[in-house]
């Protein structure tokens, strides 16, 4: 159990050093801060480890030691006993403040952070790093606007064709920065919805020039601006190495279920010890469909009720997802006995560190098609909680669930146990289905039965692996993985410096060496490398001796007994509605809503399109601004997109 104070202490610790860090940038500007900036360097550099060591403990400790804090206030607050709590003003920063078509639903929280990386961004380093399209538009505007105002000098002095080209010894590297912003116009280009969404393998495979973006904007700002981005960099590439380890080695796919309405279930093999929250995702790949793209998707089982497997729900409509559509297909005609293996690899669970949905009195669930996964797991989550006689999960909860045919309510096909209400008295589940493009059809006893029972499942063999997933290394080794490469990077950059660019007695008596700037920003390269790869070997290392202790896996444990749907079953689900030919009245629901389920705190849980997240956070805005009514409605969103 871990221990309240320490974790009030730990977040103090980590309120304390975003303050500071926010500090330093509303210094930056002043002439205080210049003039005490060039002192502090002059001091530095008669160091060992130069001026590099003071943009490093200035720019990027604070984030580092962030991070490493973080690691270990999540893990003791997986720990912490969970508990109903009362709203709270902090809790209430998390619901709409602005809902925008543009801008999306933003919540204060979201908006403070936008703030703090907004006024961060009036330096020349501001884009650098980031690869969200939203984000990498601005990015490109700025750097846009940078070089329109460069050229602009340049062809009032008549120097366009003579300083474009250059690569200077010294100072900003013109050239570099032109390929830069050049390769930032690609990223940016082909992040646009229409490329995005339509030619998923060109957006994925150009979003990998951040490599080259990186590197060619250090060798235009120079080191010293570098370190003002180096933190998160150095945090994303160690991250990615780590997620490389983590998926290796590739285990196989258990088994499959394909729906009606072009959609998957894929059930996976996972180590009994590995636990993850509701609404969690994982990073799959498929060698045999690529070799290289990896896409994520949300989980729809539950660790609590799987000890041995975990499951994922694909709607197939892209290109990646259609090969796999139809892999599992041809695998539905073969023989059993021959059924062959289906290698995959994953990166995963990531998701949230507590299960805050379970504090609500009710929950009222809205989904749009595919975004019926993660409440299957919190369905699935709750469901398990109560039948092991705990009484705080929520016991009333209405589903909203929107989709385009009514064969599309077959995924909810893994929680039926729970839609037939059999733990009656403990939960109260109400699923309200909105068949948009359909007028008319079957009641919902008859149409659930008949589209449950067009579900197929196939089995595959297991020869191929005998590894079952183990998700990522906890979260104090992370900590200490951090903290090690960091050490490592900042000993390698004093050796480099130490060894080749200048003598720390001559530097102490302001005689400056004057070296090229693409030998110190190579320098600070190598020892980016050297730090990475000495944090993956440490990774690897822990890797290992977690599968050396692991036992191969009972193809036996990941068989499950399929059920049919009795009379009795369908007459159960007659207390459950579906509405034909359009979308739900927010408005009427929330109205009735309290009426129905009672409980003074509603949580909000929307995934699905975005007009229809705009619709219930406005609603719950309204609520927000009526604080003294009840119930009050908690707005969250679940949704990602790419």
């Known amino acids: 159990m871990a221990n309240p104070s320490l974790l009030v202490f730990l977040k103090l610790v980590m309120v304390l050093i975003c303050a500071v860090w926010v500090s330093l940038w509303v210094l930056k500007p002043t002439q205080v801060w210049t ?20 943009d490093f403990s200035v720019y990027t400790f604070p984030i580092i030691a962030f991070a490493m804090i973080g690691f270990i206030y999540l893990e003791l607050k997986q720990k912490e006993p969970r508990s109903r709590q009362a709203t709270s003003p902090i809790k209430a920063l998390s619901n709409p403040l602005i809902i925008n078509s543009y801008l999306g639903v933003l919540s204060a929280i979201e908006v403070l952070a936008v703030a703090v990386q907004s006024f961060k961004g009036v330096y020349p380093v501001r884009f650098a790093g980031r690869s969200m399209p939203s984000d990498a538009s601005s990015a490109d505007l700025e750097g846009f606007g940078h070089i329109s105002g460069t050229f602009l000098v ?190 995959v690899a994953i990166e995963g669970p990531y998701g949230p560190a507590s299960l805050d949905f379970l504090r609500y009195d009710s929950l009222l669930l809205v989904a ?10 919190i369905l699935k989550e709750i469901d398990f909680a109560l039948s092991s006689g705990k009484k705080w999960p929520p016991a009333q909860i209405q589903l909203i669930y929107v989709v385009k045919k009514s064969q599309d309510v077959c995924l909810l096909d893994s929680v039926l146990p729970i839609l037939l209400n059999r733990r009656a008295g403990q939960l109260h589940l109400k699923l309200k289905a909105f068949v948009t493009q359909e007028q008319s059809g079957a009641p919902i006893s008859e149409l659930l039965t008949n589209e449950f029972s067009k579900v197929e499942t196939v089995n595959f ?24 490469s960091s050490i490592v990077f900042l000993a390698a950059l004093s050796c480099f410096n130490g060894a080749f660019l200048h003598d720390p007695a001559k530097m102490a008596s302001k005689q400056k060496q004057k070296n090229p700037s693409s030998v110190t920003d190579l320098f600070l390269i190598f020892s980016f490398i050297i730090a990475i790869m000495c944090g993956t070997i440490v990774a690897v290392f822990l890797r290992w001796r977690k599968l050396k202790k692991e036992l191969p896996p009972s193809p036996q444990k990941y068989s499950k007994e399929v059920k049919p749907i009795s009379m009795d079953t369908s007459r159960a689900l007659e207390e459950h509605e579906i509405h034909f030919g359009g979308r739900p009245n927010f408005q009427g629901i929330f109205s009735k809503f309290p009426n129905e389920t009672g409980g003074s705190e509603v949580g909000v849980l929307v995934c699905g399109p975005e007009e229809m997240k705009e619709s219930v956070a406005s609603l719950c805005q309204m609520s927000a601004q009526g604080q003294r009514k009840k119930p009050y409605f908690s707005f969250h969103s679940l949704n990602f997109s790419l």
Not at 368 to 377: A, N
């Open 35 to 54: 003039r005490k900036w060039k002192q502090a360097e002059e001091s530095a550099a008669a160091t060992v480890f130069g001026y590099n060591g003071l």
């Open 154 to 343: 340049w062809g009032v002095k008549h120097q366009i064709p003579d300083q474009m080209w250059r690569w200077q010894k010294t100072g900003r590297i013109y050239l570099a920065g032109e390929v830069a912003l050049v390769t930032g116009l690609v990223i940016w280009i082909t992040s646009l919805p229409q490329i995005r969404r339509k030619k998923f393998e060109i957006f994925y495979y150009t979003h990998h020039l951040y490599i080259v973006f990186l590197v060619f904007f250090l060798f235009h700002g120079g080191d010293r601006h570098f370190y003002m981005v180096f933190p998160g960099i150095f945090l994303f590439s160690l991250d990615k190495l780590l997620r490389i380890v983590q998926s290796r080695p590739e285990t196989c796919i258990v088994s499959a279920k394909v729906f009606p309405c072009k959609a998957i279930e894929l059930v996976l093999p996972k180590d009994p010890r590995l636990k993850y929250a509701p609404t969690s995702m994982i990073f799959v790949k498929i060698p045999s469909i690529s070799k290289l793209q990896w896409h994520s998707f949300s989980i729809s089982s539950s660790s609590s009720v799987d000890d041995h497997t975990m499951s994922v729900i694909i709607k197939c409509e892209g290109g990646w997802t259609s090969s796999l559509y139809d892999v599992i297909k041809t695998k539905l005609g073969s023989d059993a006995d021959r059924m062959k293996c289906v290698p």
């Open 368 to 377: 749009g098609g595919i975004g019926i996964t993660p409440f299957l797991s």
């Open 461 to 484: 063999g297991m020869q191929c692996s005998d590894y079952a997933t183990h998700g990522v290394e906890n979260l104090p080794w992370l900590a200490a993985i951090v903290g090690f």
